[in-house]
């Protein structure tokens, strides 16, 4: 009886030709991969296949980095993210103070306020990747080398980034002031692409040929200033003093 191989979650159709293997005679197999086979994974299936993979980003793995057991296997061999474009752009801008009135009816110079705000601007997450930290804990560390190639990029090693400023305005006579601050923002696009590399034909098992997958995806977070003394950096971005009449 000629040996047959379970091709998980994959349409390949096989013809086995040739004697049993209980005559010594070798087992031949055509492989006819359906035309489709590519899209027989979902994005999400292929990011789990990622997840999985004996190497990622040209680091090797064991199972226990992605929380597999001794008897679990790799679902891929090689993953890697592939950069296709990096842009900056300017997030939504939001008010991060509480209103400064100078409105009493004698006023007659403009008052002096201290501004101070601290906004939190929380990490960009992919599309299909996740902010998780430490073992087993998805594949967005694996973007630190994609992003470390720009300039003051995020630190994928944290959740948040923060943005503070105290300042020293005016407001002019019969006038209430608040301050806005808008985030300077970054994206970058590109596709994970995971391979399940080809297998020899055996005597026991079929050939099966090498399959490729490609996942898109789309990072966002926002841009760090360089921290002082090794301290962490600020999220960059541009405030600015709103004036409204009394």
């Known amino acids: ?70 008897t679990d296997g790799f679902s891929s061999d090689n993953c890697d993210f592939v950069e296709t474009k990096f842009e900056t752009f300017d997030g939504p ?13 004698n006023a007659t110079e403009p008052s002096k306020v201290t501004t101070e705000f601290s906004q939190a601007i929380g990490q960009g997450e992919g599309k299909y990747t996740e902010t998780q930290q430490g073992a087993g804990g998805g594949l967005f560390g694996f973007l630190s080398g994609s992003w470390l190639k720009h300039k003051s990029t995020l630190d994928l090693t944290i959740r948040t980034a923060t943005a503070k400023e105290s300042e020293q305005r005016e407001v002019p006579v019969g006038k209430v002031m608040h301050v806005t601050f808008t985030p300077k923002m970054q994206r970058m696009t590109g596709e994970w692409r995971v391979r399940i590399d080809a ?32 301290a962490p950096g600020l999220a960059d971005g541009v405030s600015k003093a709103v004036l409204t009449d009394c």
């Open 1 to 70: 009886m000629a040996a047959k191989r379970r091709f998980k979650n994959k349409k390949v159709r096989y013809v086995a030709i040739g004697a049993s293997i209980t005559t010594g005679a070798a087992v031949a197999a055509v492989l006819l991969p359906s035309a489709n086979a590519a899209d027989d994974k979902t994005p999400e299936q292929i990011m789990q296949m990622c997840e999985r993979a004996r190497v990622v980003n040209g680091e090797q793995r064991s199972v226990e980095d992605f929380g597999g057991s001794s």
């Open 93 to 105: 801008t939001e008010k991060v103070t509480v209103d400064f009135p100078n409105c009493e009816p």
């Open 199 to 230: 297998v020899e034909q055996t005597t026991v098992l079929p050939a099966s040929p090498e399959q490729n997958f490609v996942a898109p995806d789309v990072i966002e977070g926002p841009v760090i200033q360089p921290g002082a003394a090794g």
